[in-house]
């Protein structure tokens, strides 16, 4: 009798500890909406193998040079988006972030089923967790998913990825999110620090109800941004540029960055402009970006031809002059690194921004340093975040707590109950 106690008492406790320790489902914020408005977000992704910079532009469904320029990797080396980017790269992708079924979401981008694909190895595998196999079966209705480990070979899926835009402000400041999985290594702490924001204001994002997160969770990252002020009419409206990156915009006509330290958002022709439109400010000799500087005796007149939007296929500029105490200093702009070849060495991180120690070798644009006109065109939204995160309120933080002090009490419990068997 006393061997039969032996062991039956370790499976019931293998039985208890598989049913109440087992792991809880990964916390995602989710901004709720109720309008057609789209932003511009992005999505933070590591390479699942090497790709050439065409085939991530694929997967995502976004422009190759966009991809490029927004981790400000340098355009103009030869055949760039040929470049094949090694396994384990991170980069932040752009992409629209519109209302879905009154959730923010990405519906713009979609994937080609290949032989051997299922639901979770395409979520998994592919997109890295930033969605689920039951996520991309629930926005597939008509692609007849009978089975998610059999899918036909070629059909498209529409890949619904997650996305917050909280109006593009992160306390009343030009902000732009993204959309981040936590890996095994990661702690909120170690990530407010990598993205230069702090603690609290990640939690206040997220709706965290402690500083605890777990490996698959997909948090919303406040990026201090560069705004525009474009008419509602443009294309382009509400362009947002993380600060350190560069955008391309008015069919790649124009290049807008977001300077180190900035929140002017600065545009110029771009490097690729081939057939565009005028792109001179009327009733001057300045063309877009250009600016001069005449000290007075009364302070500096700034003269400056900026970049007003893209609008019915052309190029709108405007002329501004202005005095100012004194004459502006060169324009910064975000270094730029060449196309990876090797990943940092940093173990399951992110690659560092070109500022950070650890980057990639830098090069200057090769378009012509020129001077700022301090007269930024950004603007300061009006509110900020007030999202939502699915398992992750206050209220379910509270809970788990809760919980866990429950399953120690329990433990107790059953470890006393234990002693008192007789053997």
């Known amino acids: 009798m006393a061997n039969k106690n032996r062991f039956t008492i370790p499976i019931f406790l293998l039985y208890f500890l598989a049913t109440f320790l087992s792991p809880t489902t990964s916390k995602s ?189 997909i948090l919303a990252i406040p990026l201090s941004a560069c705004a525009s002020n474009f008419p509602t009419s443009a294309s382009d409206y509400g362009l947002f540029v993380p600060n350190g990156s560069y955008a391309l915009t008015a069919s790649h006509c124009v290049q807008c960055s977001c300077g180190p330290g900035s929140r002017n958002l600065y545009c110029m022709p771009a490097s690729l402009a081939v057939s565009c439109s005028s792109m001179q400010c009327r009733n001057s000799n300045l063309m877009l970006g250009n600016v001069t500087a005449q000290q007075s005796s009364a302070g500096c007149n700034v003269t400056s031809c900026s970049y007003g939007g893209f609008v019915n296929g052309s190029i709108v500029t405007w002329l501004s002059t202005s005095l100012q105490p ?28 070109p500022s950070e120690s650890g980057g990639f070798p830098t090069t200057n644009p090769k378009s012509p340093v020129v001077p700022s006109s301090g007269a930024g065109i950004g603007f300061p939204p009006a509110n900020g975040p007030t999202g939502s995160a699915s398992g992750s309120s206050g209220a379910s933080a509270l809970m788990n707590d809760l919980s866990s002090f429950s399953v120690v009490l329990t433990l107790g419990l059953v470890f006393k109950f234990i002693l008192s068997i007789p053997l």
């Open 29 to 217: 914020t989710i901004e709720p909406c109720s309008n057609s408005d789209t932003c511009s977000a992005l999505v933070g992704y590591t390479l699942y193998t090497d790709l050439k910079v065409s085939e991530v532009a694929s997967l995502f469904s976004v422009d190759p040079i966009s991809l490029l320029l927004s981790n400000s990797i340098d355009i103009s080396y030869p055949d760039v988006e040929n470049h094949i980017l090694p396994s384990q790269l991170f980069l932040k992708i752009p992409i629209p972030c519109s209302c879905v079924d009154g959730i923010r979401k990405s519906s713009s981008t979609s994937y080609k089923t290949r032989p051997s694909d299922t639901l979770a190895s395409i979520a998994a595998g592919i997109y890295g967790n930033l969605i689920s196999a039951d996520q991309i079966k629930e926005a597939n209705p008509d692609a007849d998913i009978t089975d998610p480990s059999v899918l036909n070979v070629g059909t498209k899926l529409n890949i619904p990825l997650p996305c917050t835009c909280f109006n593009n402000s992160d306390n009343n400041l030009p902000a732009i999110y993204m959309s981040y999985v936590v890996k095994p290594v990661d702690t909120l702490s170690g990530i407010a620090a990598r993205y230069v924001t702090t603690l609290t204001d990640l939690m206040n994002v997220n709706q965290l109800g402690s500083p605890a997160i777990k490996e698959g969770d």
């Open 326 to 353: 004194r004459c502006p200093g060169s324009q910064q702009f975000p270094l730029l690194i060449a196309p990876p070849t090797v990943v940092p060495d940093l173990l399951f991180a992110p690659a560092p921004s």
